[in-house]
């Protein structure tokens, strides 16, 4: 099993991994050299009982999977059997030389990228330092320690050992809550320890605190100076109109005495080009640079997906310092302002709640980010790019990257940056109290600061929120804080979010908003000591929103709130992905697996009886086929959920109705899975789509029709996230030539189809003239009554309305439906007979469907065949359609063939 630090092969991979920095001309020695210690290190468990090699960066868990100790941790109930690797204290060691003359460099390093978590670190059996936050960059100075050959010891302690031992040595007040609700299966007092929150299990998500080195670590030897972090941060300068650029360079100074040098910065792109002296003091010595964009140049902004293009800048930085010492630094600059207006509205009290970028302002569509693995190791470039492509292809522009996960990879920011997706970035604490002695606020500044300097480079942030629900909690009494106490809490709260984290990005960072909670008050949760009494007033800042129980095709149940950055419904994802990690025994809705796998109290229940408020259970004798369908009828049920409520923030923009509205931002919960579990996501673990995302494609689609009811009314909105006012109006037989005259005008169509009939039963083209740029615009209204009558044959049951609107040739928007009763009483609803012909087109393959009758929810599924399709969980209504497929993986027709399952609604009954 042991292929230890010792082997050759090892050690020539470290050589190859030597780093030198770049050397002045003539000068005979390197000034700065660094190495890695990613790759095979040695693991042994308290015991000595078992030993493994293992990689870095990675884990515990990871090593005893790919060395076959344990089977993959996600098989069915393996969180379980597996909690011991959790509570054992794991040594990771390695024996390294040192590939370069060390000897008369004047300091040697040690720095991790990131430790998961409470370690101490010997090196050659001398304790150099420790560590307890995960979040944090350690450097530890080794000069003293270092040799030519070494051993470098990190003697891990369990995670959930350590904080329970702190949970007991805080005895004053208790920290809570204590432990996680029976139905998480995890384990207790994650507040008290500084890593990944959900970690200790969550509400979609298991237990696995690991143990490990998550990140690069590497010895780094220099002599006079080190560059520890590199920033800058545009902004905008509305009085002189001119761009400029903030560079600040962190400098450890070992050198005895002050030095000079210059430093040359140049945008080529930008024709921008300046030379500044500066001057290092001994220990930490600290730049700052401001660079004025020529003003003769067009700096062209970076924008939000679906606002514009990503322009970026090449920038080089070269410090030439004195002695003829060189660093030089590349970097992409994006050029962006962001602001959070919080101002009075008119018609309404409270304050607005959204985001002007570049002074724009957008509606803020995505959803949730939460981590992609249990075991951040096998979070891949790929993956990344795979599910932030997602996120991009449904029409989103924003994630939220959730304060119960991590801080993502410098990867992560990076594709967003490129992609134009913004990012709402929490603190990472989560639905619980925290403690503030002297040590753990420490700790969190020092997370904070790190944190702040790696980050605030990308143009995607666009926010610093400090934690998740955590004003809520404490003003809605989650944890049931005796009135006597609340004030210690409060306390708490205040000295965490605002009196240290507050401060250090106000002093780190003046380019983005930062607010203390999600959801808050904003302005009003301020002025209120900073925990509001209803932080989920509609009137101020933004809102969660969960309601399983009542009918989510009520658009009345949902909040007419400024903001809402979390929203969903759970639903179960694909057989194919169940598959990997369960039985036969499994698959069934009330097996032991399924009860397992569900985190959130009560929920397969819910699922069932929100699905059973429009939709007629499956039934069917087959156990496999109707846990199938089971599973289906989640997905159509959260889809139309996520839909409707969705739309209904996304119409509500534009207007103030008894004080409510305004809305300005949609962040479903959740984009992604952690496992393969029922979940709000609407990607399953590994990048599936689910309908929802299909969905999600849709009802984010830039521009949109939404139709809804109200009192016996139905109403079409027309939803525009463009930039530019759209004319509509009546065109009753001359659409093309008409069209040719003026290119701008639209128009918009509703049709209304029988269940029965694959031809609309009538179709009507409106007269309603613009379509507005960035709203909301009332654009049809009829009684529901009339328009039956006015198509004949049609009663509520057993016709649905499908509208769209297109400009001409030139762009449409998707087309959208309203159904007029539950399906579970559609009437002529018939059992359609779809068949599927696939043919290949280059890299894309082609689905043409035909189709005996009208079918809603039609979905295709190719099992593990990784990709996704053009659209899918669509109501089909004609008679023929083309679906695409793009494969993230080579396939072939023959194995999608094979693989593919098609069903649609009346299939399950
Ligand atoms: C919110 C989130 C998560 C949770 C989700 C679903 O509270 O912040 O904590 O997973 O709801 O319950």
């Not at 384990?187 to 509400?203: A, G, L, M, T, Y």
């Not at 890299?843 to 043409?848: A, G, I, K």
């Not at 079918?855 to 295709?860: E, G, Q, S």
Request: glycine share 6%.
């Amino acid at each position: 099993m042991l292929s230890g630090p010792q082997c050759p092969k090892c050690q020539c991979r470290l050589l190859l991994l030597l780093l030198l920095a770049v050397a002045a001309p003539g000068n005979s020695r390197p000034y700065s050299a660094s190495f890695s210690l990613a790759g095979s290190w040695f693991l042994r468990s308290q015991d000595g009982s078992l030993e493994v090699e293992g990689q870095v960066p990675g884990c515990v868990h990871s090593a005893l999977f790919q060395h076959g100790v344990i089977q993959d941790p996600y098989y069915r109930f393996n969180d379980l059997n597996y909690s011991w690797i959790s509570l054992d204290n794991w040594t990771y060691s390695k024996e390294f030389r040192i590939p370069f003359d060390f000897s008369k460099l004047q300091k040697i390093s040690l720095i991790f990228e990131g430790v998961d978590t409470v370690v101490e670190v010997l090196l050659n059996n001398v304790t150099i330092g420790k560590t307890d936050n995960m979040f944090t960059r350690y450097t530890f100075d080794i000069t003293k320690e270092i040799r030519e050959l070494n051993i470098i010891k990190l003697h891990f302690q369990s995670a959930v050992l350590y904080a329970a031992q702190q949970s007991q040595a805080h005895r004053e007040y208790r920290i809570l809550p204590e432990c996680p609700e029976p139905v998480q299966k995890g384990v207790c007092h994650v507040n008290f320890i500084r890593k990944e929150q959900c970690s200790f299990s969550w509400d979609w998500g298991p237990s696995f605190p690991t143990q490990g080195i998550w990140k690069d670590v590497r010895i780094v030897a220099y002599d006079i100076c080190h560059l520890d972090d590199f920033t800058f941060t545009p902004t905008y300068v509305n009085s002189s109109r001119e761009w400029n650029l903030k560079i600040e360079a962190y400098f450890d100074v070992v050198s005895s005495k002050p030095f000079g040098g210059q430093v040359t910065v140049s945008i080529p792109g930008l024709q921008t080009h300046q030379i500044y002296d500066i001057e290092l003091y001994p220990g930490k010595s600290m730049i700052s640079l401001l660079l004025n964009i020529n003003k003769n140049t067009t700096v062209e902004t970076w924008w939000p997906n679906g606002h514009g293009n990503q322009t970026g800048y090449n920038m080089a930085v070269t410090f030439k310092l004195e002695g003829g010492y060189h660093i030089k630094k590349l970097a992409k600059v994006y050029f962006r302002t962001v602001e959070l207006i919080e101002a009075p509205i008119a018609g309404s009290s409270g304050l607005s709640f959204y985001f002007k970028i570049n002074g724009l302002p957008i509606f803020i569509k995505g959803s949730n980010w939460i981590p992609a693995d249990s075991f951040q190791d096998r979070v891949t470039s790929d993956l990344l790019r795979l599910l932030l492509q997602s996120v991009v292809d449904a029409n989103m522009n924003t994630l939220r990257v959730w304060g119960g996960g991590v801080y993502e990879q410098d990867e992560f920011y990076e594709i967003c940056d490129e992609l134009g997706l913004m990012i709402w970035q929490d603190f990472m604490f989560a639905c619980a109290l925290y403690p503030t002695d002297q040590a753990f606020v420490d700790s969190v500044r020092a997370e904070v600061v790190h944190q702040i300097r790696r980050l605030k480079s990308h143009p995607s942030i666009i926010i610093w929120s400090g934690n998740n629900e955590n004003e809520a909690a404490l003003a809605e009494n989650w944890f049931s804080v005796p009135s006597s106490k609340r004030q210690i809490y409060f306390r708490d709260y205040v000295t965490l979010y605002v009196k240290n984290i507050r401060e250090i990005v106000l002093a780190e960072d003046q380019t983005r908003p930062y607010i203390t909670s999600s959801p808050t008050n904003g302005a009003e949760s301020i002025s209120e000591g900073w925990i509001s009494r209803k932080p989920y007033d509609t009137h101020f800042g933004d809102v969660h929103f969960y309601d399983y129980e009542s009918d989510c095709w009520n658009w009345k149940v949902f909040p007419k709130a400024r903001f809402v950055s979390e929203y969903g419904y759970q639903s179960w994802p694909s057989f194919s992905t169940l598959e990997k990690v369960s039985s036969a025994e499994d698959w069934s809705y009330n097996s032991s697996f399924s009860l397992h796998r569900q985190h959130h109290k009560n929920g397969n229940t819910e699922m069932l009886n929100q699905a059973a408020i429009h939709f007629k259970l499956p039934q069917n004798s087959d156990p496999l086929i109707m846990f199938k369908n089971t599973l289906y009828l989640t997905q159509v049920m959260q889809a139309q959920c996520v839909k409707t409520e969705t739309e209904f923030y996304r119409r509500s923009q534009s207007e103030v109705i008894d004080g409510e509205g305004h809305t300005m931002g949609a962040l479903y919960w959740q984009l992604n899975d952690i496992w393969q579990a029922p979940s709000w996501a609407s990607l399953e673990y590994g990048g599936k789509w689910k309908m929802l995302h299909y969905f999600a494609q849709q009802f984010f689609s830039p521009l949109l029709p939404v139709g809804f009811e109200d009192d016996g009314i139905f109403y079409i909105y027309g939803v525009s996230d463009l930039h530019l006012d759209y004319m509509m109006t009546l065109t009753v037989s001359s659409l093309a030539s008409w069209l040719k005259k003026a290119e701008r005008q639209k128009e918009q169509e509703v049709r209304v189809h029988q269940w029965s009939s694959l031809e609309p039963v009538c179709s009507r083209r409106t007269e309603f003239l613009v379509v507005k740029a960035g709203q909301a615009t009332p654009l049809y209204k009829e009684p529901v009554m009339e328009l039956l009558k006015r198509c004949g044959q049609c009663m509520r049951q057993s016709c649905v309305i499908s509208f769209d609107l297109t400009a001409g040739s030139e762009f449409s928007s998707p087309t959208n439906h309203h159904f007029l009763s539950s399906l579970k009483d559609a009437v002529g609803l018939e059992k359609a007979q779809i068949t599927a012909k696939i043919t290949q087109q280059g890299d894309v393959y082609s689905f043409e469907l035909k189709t005996t009758a009208v079918a809603p929810f039609v979905w295709l599924d190719v099992g593990n065949i990784a990709g996704r399709f053009s659209d899918n969980g669509f109501l089909l209504t004609e008679k023929r359609k083309t679906i695409l497929f793009y494969p993230w993986k080579s396939t072939s027709i023959t194995k999608l063939e094979k693989s593919l399952h098609l069903i649609s609604l009346a299939d399950i009954y």
